[in-house]
């Protein structure tokens, strides 16, 4: 995600070894205040929190998911005779049917070297989210007429869309189907373990970064969107953004070509960051796709499709690819700059501008980046030589440092990725720009979360005590805020919103 490896919360080996005091506490539930400074008071170590240790895990997890009304591909493949749990990346793609050979036509791999996901602050063209999707059930020469639901632990051979998100180094993959029965979306979550969680070490760089996170799980969980309810990993922020009751979406806000941080060998921009990929990576199989297929297979096409499935309007604060790469690349020029292929001279954009102060003022969810790449070029560069110094046997995988670290220093340009707030942004700004995509009228007021309002409205002495003690929480503690997963604050920002809070 960052330069940082603090914000690692899903990615580190504290992630599930960690036994908190505050193991009942939700991302934004209300627990009295004095409780929690008396945890934080008692504690001998850094508090690193699992925002879903409040829920059960494994085997009591699944039970717990599968005994709810459903019918969905995700619960016929975990919730059959009997319960299943993968072991791989590719143990799941197989048994969704949405494995690398059966990926064609309208089913799909998008790649994306920048996001505005959960897992945005580790996402690069070194380190990309992968994204398979699967708009209709490939055609297959075996008998499928036993498959119904719930038996044998595979997927009803129905027409019906599955896409399947993942990224190295959190330790986590996204889910969603669509419900055989109501036909609305439904949003999953798979955490795994490996091996290296129970080790007196942990997990480093070279077990979450690499190849060895995609095999040999020792135990998974699987969740859905009411699990994740009220936690920093709510999918209704991102998902389901009018609130209760409304149409759930996915997201892809570069619907259009040449979608401009997407892999793709048919734009400018694609090319370039398949060079950066492969000038690290070369021939390592990700994702279960080996690198010499990476070019053949990724096209953002299919995740287009899938995205218009449930209706154009319903992307909010749309990216004009087409106009923001055109600004770029002609304003970057005139300062000799080269975009996309090198973005040492980063481009500018009045089209991208608009949709950005957008975000800042609360208005719409975060925008994505204006240029293709998010990258520093000496970091890329360095991290780059270090994996293939891996990749080559030269430097032993414990000692690979975190790729991830591969973002600029500028705060302007991480505050334009939607990393950070604004440079020299007021209190009540910072406050707007931080917290709003998941604190506003329009999601869910029955929880915890609504009570806090950035624009401060209505928010009695104690709620703006209780916002100013999340505030000053160390960063590793999911309680945090705003999560560091996904923004973080710098000390000047943090003190100019706590001064607000304050009066």
Known sequence: M??????????????????????????????????????????QEPLVVDPLAHLPHGGAQLARLCARDGDDPIRSVFCAIEPWS???????????????????????????????????????????????VRLEHPAFDEDLSSLAPGSNGRVDPSLEPVAFAFSRGEQQVELMVR?????????????????????????????????????????????????????????????????????????????????????????????????????????????????????????????????LY??????????????????VRESAAARGGRQPDDNSVPGESETWRAGYEAARRGEAITFPYHDVKVTDPDKLTAMTEAYRAYREGSLDRSQLPDIRDVFPDDLRQLSEMGFTTKPGASGEEVLIEACSMC???????????????????????????????????????????????????????????????RR
């Open 179 to 307: 419900d055989r029965i109501d036909h609305e979306l439904r949003f999953y979550l798979l955490t795994y373990r490996q091996a290296c969680n129970d080790s007196d070490s942990g997990c480093g760089s070279g077990d979450l970064l690499t190849p060895e996170t995609e095999i040999n799980w020792t135990e998974t969980t699987l969740y859905d969107e009411r699990d994740l309810t009220n936690t920093v990993l709510d999918c209704a922020p991102c998902h389901q953004t009018s609130g209760p009751g409304t149409v759930k979406f996915l997201r892809m806000q570069e619907l259009r070509e040449p979608w401009t941080h997407w892999f793709g060998q048919t734009t400018e921009g694609g090319r370039a960051l398949f060079a950066d990929y492969f000038a690290a990576k070369g021939e390592e199989v990700i994702f279960g796709v080996p690198g010499s297929e990476l070019t053949r297979r990724a096209n953002p096409v299919s995740l287009e499709l899938q995205a």
């Open 2 to 43: 960052h330069a940082s490896n603090t914000y690692m919360i899903g990615g580190t080996s504290l992630w599930w070894r960690t036994l908190s005091l505050l193991a009942a506490a939700s991302a934004c539930a209300g627990e009295p205040l004095g409780r929690l400074e008396d945890s934080l008071a008692e504690s």
């Open 439 to 501: 604190h506003n009228a329009q999601l869910d007021q029955s929880l915890s979360r609504a009570r806090f309002r950035p624009e401060l409205k209505g928010l009695t002495r104690a709620e703006k005590e209780r916002a100013i003690f999340r505030l000053q929480l160390p960063e590793a503690d999911a309680r945090h805020m705003p999560p560091h997963r996904l923004r973080f604050l710098t000390p000047e920002a943090r003190a100019r919103a706590i001064e607000v809070l």
């Open 86 to 132: 993968p072991e791989s990346i590719i143990d799941l793609q197989k048994a969704l049917y949405i494995d690398a050979p059966r990926l064609s036509g309208v089913n799909g791999l998008a790649i994306a070297g920048h996001s505005t996901s959960l897992g945005a602050r580790s996402i690069s063209a070194l380190n990309p989210r992968m994204i398979s």
């Open 310 to 327: 449930g209706g154009p309007n319903n992307q909010p604060n749309p990216f004009d690819s087409q106009k923001i790469e055109g600004e």
